[in-house]
């Protein structure tokens, strides 16, 4: 895939500064991916594209072209019929638009020679919302999809979210223990307000889209499907931690003979009282081993709360005064002397305060138990949304998408009938794209 960096011409001209990058938007021998502000121009891009698709694929229905709003759907449905009219000869064009009319002629000559009757046939152009993409591919596969009946989608489902959390909050007391429980952890972290517990059930379900596919919600969780969970939810803080803590290391034990005088003057400074680096007083040498904390105490030693190098040194951090050549007035000279190399070094102070950053690499038990209690409460909320979801015969499009999704991860084989026909996939707005509606496209 091609990367084409788009920019608005400062002033009016006929070729734009980057005209080659955008006659390369329209090679459709090539996959593009257009990066423009607002404004340069790329829903023309867009629709030259399709246009000039248009004149070479066997049927109209090979290209589809993914929008994420309505608006943005009805407006490229516009620009091409208004380009094949006026290539028809049945509405007026600007000399602007030329480029555009000319590519749009190729494609009605195509539509003749086809017998495709695009102008009296638009609905034969497929462009269309991801939204409605899913719907149809879930209504196409409703046993796949899992979606009973023909539910209808709705635009604001806040109603339907607030009633599934409510619902859930009300299974407080009934024949779940492990479900009380955890609603009443939740109430009592949230002062037993209810009304804000409903809040941000409700919250989460508007956009489980983002959390479901990583939360162990099965009804059916053994003890030692929660300890798996643990450790892989754990996982990414104990990756980060090791790289972190690795890349310090390395930068340090680059300057072996600096890295020892860094030693050495820790223990002096924790013999004369600075507790904040304590830990350092029975470490030899730094190595790839050292814990955490005593990484923390190397920063304490060299950095200020604030996160700079530290450019004062007092008796405060271990370093009294002496007279010239004393042990004390030498010391306090190679401290001083020692953070002005290390300021020299590369990548050591962004490591520092990137240690500084780092969180816990595992939960502690108190943690562990509140979110286990909240996986098990929108566990029950996931259940009690799509009992709503049937009762008011309405889905939200979060649910479409998933629905679309289940198609294609249940049955790959017998989802890749669906995009059979498709030949050329124009994705607008793609940085907007979610997770699951990349997964789609993929």
């Known amino acids: 895939m091609t990367d084409l960096l788009l920019f608005p011409a400062s002033e009016p001209a006929d070729q734009p ?21 607002a404004g340069s121009g790329k829903t023309d891009l867009l629709t030259r594209r399709f246009l000039r698709l248009l004149a070479v694929v066997d049927e109209p229905e090979e290209i589809l072209a993914i929008t994420f709003t309505r608006a943005a759907t009805a407006e490229m449905r516009l620009r091409i019929l208004a380009d094949l009219e006026a290539a028809a000869g049945l509405r007026p064009s ?7 009319i000319e590519l749009a002629r190729h494609a009605l000559a195509h539509s003749e020679r086809r017998g495709w ?17 899913c719907l ?16 209808q989608p709705t635009e604001d489902a806040a109603a339907l979210y607030a009633l599934a959390a409510r619902r859930t909050l ?56 929660w300890t798996i969970a643990r450790s892989r939810f754990q996982a990414p803080f104990a990756q980060e931690n090791t790289r972190v803590l690795s890349d310090a290391y390395e930068r340090l034990a680059a300057q072996p003979l600096l890295a020892e005088q860094l030693i050495d003057l820790a223990r002096y400074a924790c013999s004369n009282g600075n507790q904040d680096v304590a830990l350092l007083a029975g470490v030899q040498t730094i190595s790839s081993a050292m814990h955490i904390e005593h990484w923390r105490s190397i920063c304490n030693l060299l950095l200020t709360k604030e996160g700079g190098w530290r450019k004062s040194i007092d008796k405060n951090l271990g370093f009294p005064p002496g007279p010239a050549r004393s042990e004390a007035k ?18 050591l102070h962004q490591a520092l305060c990137a240690i500084r950053a780092l969180p816990p690499a595992a939960y502690s038990d108190a943690q562990w138990t509140t979110l286990r209690h909240i996986l098990t409460i929108l566990r ?29 991860h249940d049955a790959p084989d017998r989802a890749a009938v669906i995009g059979e026909g498709i030949r050329h996939l124009l994705v607008d707005e793609f940085q907007d794209t979610s997770r699951r509606q990349h997964e789609l496209v993929s």
């Not at 080659?20 to 502000?37: E, F, K, T």
């Not at 600007?94 to 555009?100: A, F, N, Q, S, V």
Request: proline share 5%; aromatic share 4%.
């Open 136 to 151: 149809r591919i879930a209504h196409d596969r409703p046993l796949l999809a899992h979606l009973g009946g023909r539910l």
């Open 380 to 408: 029950q909320a996931i259940a009690e949304l799509r009992v709503v979801f049937a009762e008011r015969n309405a889905v939200d499009f979060t649910e479409i998408a998933l629905a679309a999704a289940a198609v294609f």
């Open 170 to 225: 009300e299974r407080l007391g009934l024949s779940d223990p492990a479900l009380s429980e955890a609603i009443a952890h939740l109430l009592d972290l949230r002062d037993n307000r209810l009304a804000d517990c409903e809040s941000l059930i409700a919250q989460m379900l508007s956009v489980r889209d983002q959390w479901l596919h990583a939360y162990p919600l099965s009804p059916f969780m053994t003890e030692d499907d």
């Open 117 to 133: 009757n695009l102008l009296n046939q638009p609905q034969r152009l497929s462009i269309e919302t991801i939204d409605s993409l």
């Open 94 to 100: 600007r000399p602007e638009d030329r480029g555009r």
């Open 330 to 347: 030498l010391r306090k000279d190679a401290i001083i002397e020692l953070i002005g190399h290390f300021q020299q070094t590369p990548g």
């Open 17 to 37: 500064a980057d005209q080659s990058h955008r006659d390369a938007a329209v090679d459709i021998g090539a996959a593009i991916l257009v990066q423009a502000p």
